[in-house]
């Protein structure tokens, strides 16, 4: 089993996180159960601070809160002085209702809507990362109607794109993100955001790809935008203050996955940034990134009662557990892989290979294939690891199954931070027609 944080295999034979026993979780909380190790979120946050600090450049670290964003996460994150990036009117409420300062928080997205630029402009969010010109003028319209201005990053598409292990800089162009380095797009947009009577141009923004674990993209990245800030300054005479380098810090799921330390990504990023900035003879910009899945992924595991099981002589055992894609469908869309433990008998030797399948009414609702575990038994819990990003903020109501609720846990105490939905909750927003309603009285 690959323990990490402050999981460990406790004296019972069972899995501990946060100094609190699995089993007890289970059957305090009951099942599913994202579980997140806090102190492991706090110390991935310390890395990010504590690297950058180590490097002298000034900087922002900013939570890509799409990752996992309930109100605890936004004050966590606040807590360890990071900022925090959403992507959509939801995320901006739930961080405004975290209390998060607006002043910290970045506004994403490829199609904000005129509501959504709105409601950041009322809440005076610090940044808005534009990504085309309909935004860019809409974003400048609104902030007149309102007498305020605003700062903007520009999204540019640089012209890497990261699949994981390699870097394709062709065709990197086909995506619905950004303004284009190579065809004029993105500097056009400068000249227009320069022009803007209400947008401060602060600086501009790339993000390559996610699960990345080399360095090499972000140098690319780093130094593309370093020649392109160069011809800005020459055609322009304006210097960006920022370059946000986005996110993509890759972790490790299963044994194989290897990441970089978090210390390695930033002193590429910041090397990177310095020597191609220098040698244009501009200034050192401030250096932002947008970690999310670095920061809570690994921290979060994913708590199973495992009920049925149907074996197929010769061929595969099937263990169903009682979620599934509905609480984490990575391995449905993108064939993701996790490892998995009994939290119960977490030091008991592994007998038989299963594949772990969830409940909703999909084939394809499969979490593991070929597991190997100890003999498993109905009642059983079945601890999934690496859960915490892109678990809980992609979760669905698919069947109608309620989401899980999530702890955090830490210090031999677990507190509720999100509590598991209700069947009231399933149905609040059902409106039915009076025609369709059924006569409780018939006279
Ligand atoms: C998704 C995203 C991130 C975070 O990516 P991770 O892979 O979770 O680190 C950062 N910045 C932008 C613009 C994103 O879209």
Redesign the pocket.
């Known amino acids: 089993m690959y323990l990490h944080g402050t999981s460990k295999i406790n004296e019972h034979g069972r899995l501990e996180i946060g100094g609190v026993d699995t089993l007890e979780l289970a059957q305090r909380f009951g099942t599913p159960l994202y579980v997140v190790d806090e102190a492991l979120v706090r110390r991935r946050c310390k890395e990010y601070m504590d690297a950058f600090r180590a490097s002298g450049v000034s900087f922002d670290v900013s939570y890509?809160s799409?990752?996992f964003c309930v109100k605890a996460m936004c004050r966590l994150v606040e807590e360890e002085g990071l900022s925090l990036?959403v992507?959509s009117d939801g995320e901006l409420y739930t961080a405004l209702e975290a209390g998060f300062p607006a002043e910290r928080i970045h506004f994403?997205g490829n199609n904000k809507t005129a509501e959504e630029l709105a409601m950041g402009l009322d809440a005076r969010i610090g940044f808005f990362?534009v990504d085309n010109f309909i935004e860019m003028h809409l974003l400048n319209e609104l902030a007149k109607e309102r007498g305020v201005r605003t700062n903007v990053l520009l999204r540019i598409t640089p012209g890497v794109e990261a699949h994981t292990h390699e870097y394709i800089s062709t065709g990197q162009e086909d995506v619905k993100f950004g303004f284009d380095l190579g065809n004029g797009s993105a500097m056009k947009a400068v000249r227009d955001a320069l022009e803007a009577t209400q947008l401060d141009l602060i600086g501009i923004?790339s993000?390559i790809g996610?699960?990345i674990f080399e360095v090499e993209g972000f140098r690319v990245a780093a130094e593309k935008v370093a020649d392109f800030a160069a011809d800005v300054r020459r055609e322009t005479g304006a210097e960006f203050r920022v370059v946000n380098l986005?996110?993509?810090?890759g972790i490790r799921y299963v044994e194989g996955d290897k990441p970089l330390m978090v210390a390695d990504y930033v002193k590429a990023i910041t090397d990177a940034v310095k020597e191609r900035f220098t040698s244009h003879g501009l200034q050192v910009p401030e250096i932002w990134i947008?970690?999310?899945?670095?920061i809570v992924g690994d921290a979060g595991t994913t708590l199973y009662t495992i009920g049925t099981v149907k074996e197929i002589p010769g061929i595969r055992k099937y263990v169903a557990v009682d979620g599934g894609m509905t609480d984490n469908p990575r391995p449905a869309l993108y064939d993701a892989k996790y490892e998995a433990a009994l939290a119960n008998r977490a030091n008991e030797e592994a007998e038989e290979v299963v594949s772990i399948a969830g409940k909703a009414c999909e084939s394809g609702d499969m979490l593991i294939w070929d597991l190997a575990l100890p003999r498993v038994r109905h009642g059983d819990i079945l601890a999934v690891f690496c859960t915490g990003?892109y678990n809980y903020s992609m979760a669905s109501n698919y069947n109608r199954i309620r989401r899980p609720a999530v702890v955090f846990a830490k210090d031999g105490k677990a507190e509720l931070v999100v509590r598991r939905e209700t069947y009231e909750d399933l149905v609040s927003n059902d409106v039915v027609p009076e025609r369709l309603r059924k006569m409780s009285v018939v006279k």
């Open positions: 890509a799409k990752a990036d992507v994403h990362v923004h993000h996610s699960q986005g996110g993509g810090f947008e970690p999310g899945r670095s990003a």
